[in-house]
């Protein structure tokens, strides 16, 4: 049946202005909010491929067997570097820390961005895992905002299958890309609380003491990525 504009539900039967009025609130957009905490699970199922890919990778031999002492990881399941002369790069990612029977929390949201300079010819695109290995680092990454090299030491892990590097910084970072992304130097980046992203995934206002340290809010959604990384402490 069509309804003509001029027609209104006064003069059409009911049962048809409860189906009209129906499919107007199904067809409605959803909310921002809404919109934040799908796009937040998109980026925690992200993360989960970029761990397994990690773990997968022999030239992270030193990540895997150290991953079990580590206080926390943030992962950034896609750090976009771009530019010429003048380039920057940035992505999003997840911080969980692990206590000390090797459990993992709940993650809480980050942005990452930074400004390099140099010649970069075109875009690239790279996973990073960013190791916290003191107290120090995670309590920083707990504040609003943090510029790596500053705020924490910093350093880029060892890579290759024998490396046995003692790596003594507050945070080591990983990167897996293809030709010179890798080894990505992130001193000078900012690290910020992405408090929006936060809020839409979890339905409530909370800061990453809320999320990792107080477990004020849980969202099942969380359940595989924390399952990987328990599975790859214990592994190695």
């Known amino acids: 049946m069509q309804i003509r504009k001029s027609e209104s539900c006064i003069t059409l039967q009911p049962i048809v202005c409860l189906l009209a009025a129906v499919v107007m609130l199904t067809a409605a957009p959803a909310t921002n909010a809404s919109t934040k905490g799908d796009k937040a699970q998109v980026l925690v199922d992200q993360a989960v491929i970029t761990v397994k890919d990690f773990m997968a990778d022999k030239d992270m031999d030193w990540l895997r ?12 399941p896609e750090m976009v570097k771009g530019g010429f002369v003048f380039g920057g790069s940035g992505g999003h990612g997840v911080l969980l820390s692990q206590n000390e029977k090797g459990q993992w929390s709940q993650p809480a949201f980050y942005s990452v961005g930074s400004v390099s300079f140099g010649l970069q010819a075109g875009i690239e695109k790279s996973q990073v895992m960013i190791m916290v290995r003191t107290q120090k680092g995670l309590d920083k990454l707990f504040t609003s905002s943090l510029k790596l090299g500053a705020d924490t030491s910093i350093a880029i892990g060892p890579v290759g299958g024998g490396a046995k590097s003692t790596v003594v910084t507050d945070l080591v ?3 897996r890309a293809k030709g010179a992304f890798a080894g990505l130097a992130l001193d000078g980046s900012v690290i910020k609380v992405n408090g929006k992203t936060n809020a839409a995934y979890y339905g409530a206002k909370v800061t990453p003491i809320d999320i990792i340290v107080s477990k004020k ?9 924390r399952s990987e990384m328990a599975d790859a402490a214990k592994k190695y």
Do not use: D, E, Q, Y
């Open 217 to 225: 809010v849980t969202n099942t959604g969380t359940a595989k990525l």
């Open 173 to 175: 970072s990983f990167t």
């Open 65 to 76: 067997k150290h991953i079990k002492k580590a206080k926390a990881v943030l992962i950034i």
